[in-house]
């Protein structure tokens, strides 16, 4: 199922997306069980994270509409809608560094070698899990400006809690994936790193997920199991003013999402709803593509629109706007 959060009339809602046409899972719900809307959250969650957290009683429910014949009320066409992100204010959010090819193009244009611990286990940082977006625009400030840059990933969504989780346990932890946009204010970034902190103010003014959260079994045909977890066969891809600028694949991960988890949950509680990216594809952002001279020093400006193409994942389209 493709999964939205998304606001309509005023309201924040979460639906299940069949079509061209969203289904308000809470009115829908309400309207096969006539039960009053109050009721329903408390059976089923009141929205996205709350639906995620009672999985095991909500999406049997939600997988039974799509079978039913369902009153217009609780149709809303996707037009009309305005997209959030999925899980708009996850309880935490991390970010991996999992394509070697990324990493090893990004510290070559420095002049470093290849760092040997990228090969020795999986590392993550942790984000700002209060500055998520969805599709559309995201506010920025004079100094996120100075060379502002987008990130192809990736990510998935935790769906039950779980610690010191094996790799190959770890898939049945998550309930799904969606496109991740890591956007970047490269000189803040660069400038704190050289004190062996952040990436911090680099990253956390926001970040972009949508346009929707895709459940696993959506993916079966494009997964492959491994003693390591799933590698999922997914063709990335991402434009900037409707110019393409990188290719890539899922696929192409040197650490898996199952041994991500596993690292993230070594003496750690995971909790649904949590949201892990994958870090970078290669050539997944204008400081590689710059630094290998793909592009001449470009980076994101004011009415840019940069949009990221996950395979089965969607469309994720974003444009930075001045704050007030």
Request: net charge negative; aromatic share 8%; proline share 5%.
């Amino acid at each position: 199922m493709k999964l939205v959060t998304f606001l309509e009339s005023g309201r924040v809602r979460h639906g299940v997306l069949v079509g061209d046409t969203i289904l308000d899972i809470n009115a829908a719900l309400a309207h096969v069980e006539g039960q009053s809307p109050e009721a329903i959250a408390a059976k089923y969650g009141k929205d996205m994270l709350g639906m995620i957290e009672q999985q095991d009683v909500a999406m049997p429910a939600v997988r039974a509409l799509l079978g039913k014949d369902l009153p217009a009320s609780v149709k809303i066409p996707l037009a009309k809608a305005t997209l959030l992100s999925p899980i708009p204010r996850p309880p935490s959010m991390r970010d991996g560094y999992a394509f070697r090819q990324h990493v090893e193009t990004a510290r070559r244009n420095r002049g470093l070698e290849m760092i040997p611990e990228f090969d020795e286990f999986p590392v993550f940082y942790f984000t700002n899990h209060q500055a998520v977006v969805g599709p559309g625009d995201f506010r920025v400030l004079p100094r996120h400006l100075e060379k502002l840059d987008f990130e192809l990933e990736a990510c998935l969504v935790v769906g039950r809690r779980g610690r010191n989780l094996k790799a190959s346990e770890a898939d049945a932890y998550v309930f799904g994936l969606a496109i991740m946009n890591d956007l970047s204010a490269r000189t803040l970034q660069m400038d704190e790193m050289k004190l062996s902190l952040g990436p911090a103010k680099g990253k956390d003014f926001a970040t972009a997920i949508g346009p929707w959260l895709v459940t696993l079994d959506e993916l079966e045909d494009r997964t492959r199991k491994t003693p390591n977890g799933n590698v999922y066969d997914l063709a990335m891809k991402a434009w900037v003013n409707g110019v393409q600028v990188s290719e890539g694949n899922v696929a192409q991960m040197n650490w898996t999402f199952a041994q991500i988890l596993e690292r993230a949950s070594y003496g750690v509680d995971l909790y649904p709803g949590d949201v892990i990216g994958s870090g970078t594809v290669g050539t997944g952002c204008f400081l590689e593509l710059n630094g290998s001279k793909i592009t001449n020093n470009q980076w994101l400006q004011l009415g840019d629109v940069v949009a990221l193409e996950i395979e089965r994942l969607g469309r994720l389209e974003n444009r930075p706007v001045a704050e007030d």
